[in-house]
Structure formats: structure tokens, C-alpha cells
């Protein structure tokens, strides 16, 4: 695609609800980050991709956090009973494999939690 | 802890002011800087990056930084906003030893007519 895609745009959960936050990268991107950002935040690192591979995930909360991209394109990102600190933008990026590690991010429009 | 700290939180100018957006980090040796901006409703995009070279930056739409090692600072400047300017600005880093970035807390940007 044109750019990097996710779903759901805004998602509401009863705490302890479990969810699953879904980003589409830009096509031949390998490397792919999700991030958290609370309400008048900066972006807050959470885990990182290469391929299939986590190479990082020293940024996820807790174990209720959890991170996956099968097959090294489509990534989701789940939390499980959630609770209402998870409330936040959960943003995606990816990167040009041609940029090495010092390229650009390119961020999607994120997806919303609120937990209630 | 490596950090990247923004001072102002909220800045608000009238059309033709000039602007400066600080941007400080800790020390971790070689860096890769970045300002990203995000305007109202649309999602985080790049302004301009620091690699190595030229110190001195210029990006998008009349921005540029200037990196002064000694400082550990990367401002963003401007010399007249405009109203369209108006977003909120988030100064990144990468440290040498990781290829996560980290960013500041932001800065808001109001630019009255």
C-alpha cells in the first residue's frame, strides 16, 4: 500500500476485555515498530521488528502485551485484560530496508484505545 | 536512562513571528536526529534529519536544525510561521546502540492569523 495502515481506528474496551490492534506496513518495508502514545505524550517505544523476527521488545509494559508478525509483513499487536492505564494511540511504523537503521520512520494513523 | 527532552510544551506565535523549538538529549555518543511533526487529524511525518555533515539542516516548508554536539541540542527553527504551521512538533533520536527512536514529550504549535 501507500503507506502504512491500521485497524482499528478507534477500538473501546471494558477493562479486562482483551484486543488486538492490527498495522499493515508499507509494502517491502523489514522493519516495523509499534509505539505507545498516552494522551499529550511523546511516542513511547514499544517493541521492534525485523522480518518475522522481535528483535526488541524491551518496551512492552507488561506480559499483558503482546506481539507478533508471522510471516514478516502484517503485525498485530494484542493486550490482553486490558485496563484503563492502557488507554492510549498505539502507532505503527516501518522502515526502508535500503535506509539501514539510521532511515526514517513511517508512522500510520494509529489506533485509539479507550478503556472504560 | 538515554531521554530526549522538549521544553516548550506549548507555543503560541502570530503569522510572520519566528520560532525555535528546543530540543535536548543525554549523552550516548553518536546520534541520528530527527523532527517530526504531526498536524491536526493526520498522522506523524518527517520534518527534517540529522545524520552527520553539515550541522546546520533545513527540511520541509522553510524548517531547519542545527545540531551542536556540544550542547547535545538539535533546535528547530523558523524564520516566519504561518498559520498552517499550526501542530504539535516532536523532536527523535537514535542513540548508537539501539535502532528504536526515542522521542520528546512534544511541543504544541499555535500560529494565530
Known amino acids: 500500500g501507500a503507506g502504512v495502515s491500521q485497524s482499528p481506528r478507534y477500538k473501546v474496551a471494558k477493562r479486562g476485555q482483551d484486543v488486538a490492534l492490527r498495522c499493515d506496513p508499507i509494502s517491502g518495508h523489514v522493519s516495523l515498530f509499534w509505539y505507545q502514545q498516552a494522551l499529550g505524550q511523546g511516542p513511547e517505544f514499544l517493541t521492534y521488528?525485523?522480518?518475522?523476527?522481535?528483535?526488541?521488545k524491551s518496551g512492552l509494559p507488561s506480559d499483558r502485551f503482546f506481539a507478533e508478525r508471522p510471516e514478516g509483513s502484517v503485525s498485530t499487536l494484542k493486550i490482553q485484560r486490558t485496563q484503563q492505564e492502557d488507554s492510549a494511540v498505539y502507532l505503527c511504523?516501518?522502515?526502508?530496508?535500503?535506509?539501514?537503521?539510521?532511515?526514517?520512520?513511517?508512522f500510520g494513523e494509529g489506533s485509539r484505545l479507550t478503556v472504560l | 536512562a538515554q531521554s530526549v527532552s522538549q521544553h516548550n510544551h506549548h507555543v503560541i506565535l502570530s503569522e510572520a513571528a519566528s520560532l525555535e523549538l528546543g530540543c535536548n538529549y543525554s549523552y550516548g555518543g553518536t546520534v541520528n536526529l530527527f523532527w517530526y511533526v504531526q498536524y491536526p487529524g493526520q498522522h506523524l511525518q518527517l520534518l527534517l534529519k540529522y545524520f552527520s555533515g553539515d550541522p546546520l539542516v533545513k527540511g520541509i516548508k522553510g524548517f531547519e536544525a542545527e545540531f551542536i554536539k556540544s550542547k547535545f541540542s538539535f533546535n528547530l527553527r523558523k524564520p516566519s510561521v504561518q498559520w498552517s504551521d499550526t501542530a504539535e512538533y516532536f523532536c527523535?533520536?537514535?542513540?548508537?546502540?539501539?535502532?528504536?527512536?526515542?522521542f520528546g514529550t512534544g511541543t504544541r504549535l499555535q500560529v494565530f492569523p
Open positions: 511504523a516501518s522502515r526502508h530496508p535500503l535506509a539501514g537503521n539510521t532511515g526514517e520512520l513511517f
Open positions: 521488528f525485523q522480518n518475522e523476527a522481535q528483535l526488541d
Open positions: 527523535a533520536v537514535k542513540f548508537y546502540n539501539t535502532d528504536k527512536l526515542i
